[in-house]
């Protein structure tokens, strides 16, 4: 905050809670007053003077805001919060006070003292018994949301004006703090509050065409961002020849949905200059001029499908499956700056393109929802004016093009590229290709899990109404606690804003006082794996291929995990009989083909063998013999002497694969030299291979399991083979016998 000029209060032993005495004795001194903050408790000091500047959403908030959001005056915002509580700052309100019902008790009474002196006025008994039982609760409430007025400090507010930057405090910091992008970015902000050494309206003056100007940075600001649209057979020629120069580009599709494998191209978008953008259209609304859609995609063919000629874009695997339903395969990947912004950053908030734009170029995207709208009255892209679809399509292209160049010399100074470049990069085309194959699945085998999971739910739902003693919504929280607590008197165990909770544990906690809460717990049970799995399964069932198609998410889990989506193949059941049933359902796709299930190596059987120091376990990590059920005890010093049921159980057994990956090696040239692709060895007469070990721990994610195949051999390590005959006989749970 000193490096950037601005005044900074300290008083050992005070907090931000005494905010309300600052804001008082600024607007007394005659100023008006904008505070900085999310902070919900700040709005009561909303006030003529005085607002509130969300930081995050970028607004200002006053007693107009105050009063659309909340429904009340400043003066009540603490008897608001006091009665609705914030489970955030554990402030525990009133029982079965929203802030609707807040809004209206306030309205009625005015005051929270008021309310609880007219409790006996208020509608709902309920609400009547809680307004009397936890009025001390409100009230202590309101003592834990109120800012205090008691700040024992003088001010002097000429000394708290804002003063110039010290430039060389903050790069020393940075350094310090490891912070490497923003020198830079800071750079550039106060070159922009400060162009030509202009103050005050001339240093705010808008560039001509630049749309929304006032956030531009400086690659934005300084560049003459064009597009153009190619919609005749002349300019497509010229265009080609243009394109047929490059030896790196960056291109971006406009489709129909988000749907790959049911998305048809409507254009395509190119770029290999910054501020500049080209764009193809091939489907949009009646009239419209357009390009044939199968002559641009045999005349772009050379090109997607040339290896030597690298393409970046953001999320470039969407487009790669695209371009497989359309008939072209994608070679030549480049820098994806998704993936790479997220290998820089792995616990940023988003990496969407939006979110990179204002990152590195300062500069806000046209929201899609500006050309096709939310929601039910949403279009499709082939549906906007086609000039709109080429000014965002380019800048897409645009946007995607610059950064990757700064997302790679991130990458290279971190040391990074490497990680991109060899693991990174060659996973996208493999995922891309598992999504396009799909998983078969038993559509049938699911209809009748699901018919026998029914009727055991009307049964389990007859077994609840009869130890209830009454029929009731066994999925309402409010009718199960009435049933729970007030009709059958089991104790609360805990409490949430609107009452009494049910939530599992609690009902874990009465499973023995009484029979219902297990069979709630059943219930609960049942129905989730009828509507997630049973029922939701084969609708999402793809209707041209006639398999389940999931989407690999590589920048989801800041631990680098993949994530699966529609559907989120990763959390089939397991742990539940009922739940291990569902796997039946994925089947081999074809005849004489079987399910070979295959994890990453597990790290801790990695880093535990180094950590041990001893010998058997070394060799064993080396040589990939890491089996989660015999590898541990070796190294731990005990032997097991349970079986694999009851040793680690399903999630643990295990399977021993091998894999041969090609891994280039070296780093890039700079960004706009001839290649980036990493040398290969000049000494090496052909790619190294190397050989990876890989145990696989059977896990949430695996569609079938068996355990690891008996070696043949002497009891520490040395192995002269499996014993064929053991492999997936016992264990796999399709019932048939698997061969690796």
Aim: hydrophobic residues 35%; glycine residues 8%; contains cysteine.
């Amino acid at each position: 905050m000193a490096g950037f000029g601005l005044p900074v209060l300290k008083l050992e032993g005070w907090g931000a809670r005494h905010l309300r005495h600052l804001a008082r004795r600024a607007v007394e001194a005659g100023h008006e007053v904008r505070i900085v903050t999310s902070d919900k408790d700040a709005r009561q000091l909303i006030g003529p003077s005085v607002q509130l500047y969300h930081i995050r959403k970028n607004t200002l908030q006053d007693e107009a805001f105050l009063s659309e959001a909340w429904g009340v005056r400043p003066d009540q915002v603490i008897d608001f919060q006091s009665l609705v509580g914030d489970s955030v700052d554990n402030v525990p309100g009133m029982p079965l006070v929203g802030p609707k019902k807040a809004r209206t008790l306030l309205e009625q009474f005015g005051t929270l003292d008021e309310v609880l002196a007219h409790a006996d006025e208020v509608n709902g008994k309920k609400l009547k018994e809680n307004l009397v039982t936890f009025a001390d609760q409100a009230l202590l409430s309101r003592r834990l949301v109120t800012l205090y007025d008691d700040l024992p400090l003088d001010l002097d507010w000429d000394a708290q004006k804002v003063g110039p930057p010290d430039t060389e405090r903050l790069d020393t910091l940075f350094a310090e703090l490891g912070f490497r992008s923003f020198p830079a970015e800071v750079r550039t902000l106060l070159e922009e509050d400060n162009v030509g050494g202009q103050s005050g309206e001339q240093g705010k003056e808008e560039i001509p065409g630049s749309r929304d100007a006032g956030l531009q940075g400086q690659l934005f600001g300084q560049t003459d961002r064009r597009w153009t649209l190619v919609d005749t057979p002349g300019q497509f020629e010229t265009f080609l020849e243009e394109l047929g120069t490059q030896s790196r580009i960056c291109f971006d599709l406009e489709t129909t949905g988000l749907d790959e494998l049911t998305a048809d191209i409507v254009g395509w978008a190119f770029c290999w200059e910054p501020g500049h953008g080209w764009y193809l259209p091939v489907r949009g609304p009646q009239g419209s001029k357009l390009l044939d859609p199968d002559t641009v995609r045999d005349a772009l063919r050379p090109v997607i499908e040339n290896p030597e000629i690298e393409k970046t874009n953001q999320n470039i695997k969407y487009d790669m499956l695209v371009l497989r339903r359309a008939g072209l395969e994608l070679a030549g990947i480049g820098v994806d700056p998704m993936i790479g912004h997220f290998l820089l950053d792995a616990g940023a908030r988003s990496h969407s393109l939006a979110a990179l734009s204002e990152k590195y170029l300062n500069h806000t995207m046209i929201p899609i929802s500006d050309l096709i709208g939310k929601g039910k009255n949403q279009k499709s892209m082939a549906e906007i004016d086609v000039e709109q679809v080429a000014e965002y399509a380019s800048e897409d292209a645009d946007v995607s093009w610059q950064i990757a160049g700064m997302v790679t010399e991130e990458l290279e100074r971190d040391n990074l590229w490497d990680l991109y470049w060899e693991l990174e990069r060659p996973l996208i085309p493999i995922l891309a290709e598992m999504e396009f194959t799909g998983i078969r699945l038993d559509s049938e085998e699911l209809g009748r899990q699901a018919e026998s999971v029914g009727e055991r739910l009307e049964a389990l739902v007859g077994e609840i109404h009869e130890l209830a003693g009454r029929e009731f919504n066994i999925d309402s929280p409010k009718q199960l606690r009435e049933i729970l607590f007030e009709e059958l008197g089991l104790p609360v165990q805990k409490r949430t804003k609107t009452g009494p909770s049910t939530d599992q544990s609690v009902l874990e906690k009465l499973a023995p006082m009484h029979p219902l809460p297990e069979r709630i717990t059943g219930h609960r049970q049942l129905s989730k794996l009828k509507n997630t799995y049973l029922d939701a399964l084969p609708a999402m069932v793809n209707a041209e291929t006639g398999r389940l198609h999931t989407s690999f998410n590589q920048v989801a889990a800041s631990t680098g995990r993949l994530s699966s989506l529609q559907p989120n193949l990763q959390n089939i059941p397991i742990r539940t009989a009922e739940g291990r049933q569902v796997r039946r359902a994925f089947v081999p796709g074809d005849d004489g083909m079987v399910l070979l299930c295959a994890d990453y190596s597990q790290v801790e059987l990695r880093v535990w063998p180094t950590s041990a120091a001893t010998r058997p376990c070394s060799r064993r990590s080396e040589t990939g013999w890491t089996s989660t059920r015999r590898l541990p005890p070796r190294c731990s010093g005990w032997m097991p002497l349970m079986s694999t049921a009851t040793c680690g159980g399903w999630p643990k057994r295990s399977t021993l694969v091998w894999s041969t990956a090609r891994v280039p090696s070296g780093s890039p040239p700079a960004w706009g030299s001839p290649s980036r692709r990493p040398p290969r060895s000049s000494t090496a007469t052909s790619p190294a291979t190397t050989v990876l070990p890989i145990t696989s721990t059977a896990s949430s994610t695996n569609v079938a399991s068996w355990d690891t195949p008996r070696r043949s051999g002497d009891g520490d390590g040395r192995s002269t083979g499996f014993d064929r005959n053991r492999i997936g006989k016992e264990t796999c749970p399709n019932g048939r016998r698997s061969t690796a």
